[in-house]
């Protein structure tokens, strides 16, 4: 199952699944809409909605999703809808969640027992079984090998899945199925613009709004794209130009940014790097976070191109104010 929640992790939900659709077996997504987008954009394969809430179950259904189903409200929903007659028990498909210590989402082992009865009396298929790990914990592992042995017993083709990107690499978490996220986009990101501006200060001038100082002579350099794009304000990392990491000087604005170039003057025009595979990591420890919010923040006036395996430039997903002038 490939992970497409959150917009592909910033890559582009219907793209990334479309380029994928051929090599797994199934999808997972957060929200409905999500799942929505998928079936809209053509995907066929299995869907998986993580957070789908009681009145979201018809559409969830009428679209071909599975559900997650992790609490009682979902189910007294979905027993309202049979007994309207707005749906059939063999057109609903489930994959039970276990709250198996992480407290998120998902029944406790012995609320299961109860589902499951449900589920039978009803007609109602279910189609596997998950949970989540917090780290690697051998009391969560029990606890779902324990509740696999349950619902496999009322449901013996119940697809088990348990391990995420930070775990399918052990043998014995990946039972029937694993769920591959942040791993499948490793170096698939670069984030990129541009200087729209350079000069020259002095040490004790004045770099953007406030009372920030340089407290030496440098060459700065201002680039397209600020908070409203994704930089964060808080805690910028360092822009690249010319492979050497440029750091913020002052406050980021909501268009642009500006950066202490030191020795040397950038070109109006000059390629500036915000992030890309190989300093993922560096920059989210730059910015006090972790690869996954520097792979989702990137919004606003943010333009997404695909490179195809030939390295040749696919279509683009969004439009950008710039795109006119070759930007």
Same mark, same amino acid.
């Given at each position: 199952m490939l992970m497409v929640k959150a917009d592909a992790y910033g890559h582009g939900l219907t793209e990334v699944a479309k380029a994928t659709e051929d090599i797994v077996d199934a999808y997972g997504v957060a929200t409905?809409?999500?799942?929505?987008?998928?079936? *809209?954009?053509?995907?066929? $394969?299995? =869907?998986?909605?993580? %957070?789908?809430?009681?009145?979201?179950? $018809? !559409?969830?259904?009428?679209?071909?999703?599975?559900?997650?189903l992790a609490d009682s409200s979902q189910l007294n929903a979905i027993e309202e809808l049979l007994a309207a007659g707005e749906v059939k028990p063999d057109k609903i498909k489930l994959h039970l969640a276990l709250? @198996?210590?992480?407290? !998120?989402?998902?029944?406790?082992?012995?609320?299961l027992d109860y589902v499951i009865v449900k589920l039978k009396d009803k007609g109602i298929k279910v189609g596997g079984i998950y949970s989540h790990l917090r780290v690697r914990s051998n009391a969560q592992i029990a606890c779902f090998e324990k509740t696999c042995k349950k619902v496999r017993a009322a449901y013996p083709n119940a697809v088990r899945h348990l391990a995420s990107s930070h775990s399918f690499k052990y043998d014995r978490l990946r039972y029937d199925m694993v769920r591959i996220g942040i791993s499948a986009y490793e170096g698939a990101m670069s984030v990129e613009s541009e200087? %729209? &501006? @350079?000069?020259?200060?002095?040490?004790? *001038?004045?770099?953007?709004?406030?009372?920030? $100082?340089? /407290? $030496? +002579?440098?060459?700065? &350099?201002? =680039?397209?794209?600020?908070?409203? /794009?994704?930089?964060?304000? *808080? @805690?910028?990392?360092?822009?690249?130009?010319?492979?050497?990491?440029?750091?913020?000087?002052?406050? =980021?604005?909501? +268009?642009?940014?500006? =950066? +202490?170039?030191?020795?040397f003057l950038p070109s109006i025009g000059e390629k500036a790097i915000f992030t890309d595979g190989e300093r993922i990591n560096e920059i989210a420890k730059q910015r006090k976070s972790v690869e996954y919010t520097l792979m989702t923040c990137w919004h606003g006036r943010a333009e997404r191109i695909y490179d195809d395996e030939s390295g040749s430039e696919a279509a683009s997903e969004s439009g950008d104010c710039r795109n006119e002038c070759g930007g």
């Open positions: 409905l809409e999500e799942g929505i987008r998928l079936r *809209e954009s053509g995907i066929k $394969k299995p =869907v998986l909605v993580l %957070i789908c809430a009681p009145c979201e179950i $018809k !559409r969830a259904i009428d679209n071909k999703l599975t559900i997650g709250d @198996s210590g992480m407290h !998120r989402l998902g029944f406790s082992a012995r609320q200087v %729209i &501006a @350079s000069r020259r200060v002095k040490a004790g *001038e004045f770099v953007s709004y406030g009372e920030y $100082k340089v /407290d $030496k +002579d440098t060459n700065i &350099a201002v =680039v397209l794209g600020g908070y409203a /794009d994704g930089v964060v304000r *808080e @805690s910028p990392s360092a822009v690249y130009i010319r492979g050497r990491a440029c750091s913020v000087l002052g406050k =980021v604005c909501m +268009d642009m940014c500006i =950066v +202490d170039c030191g020795e």
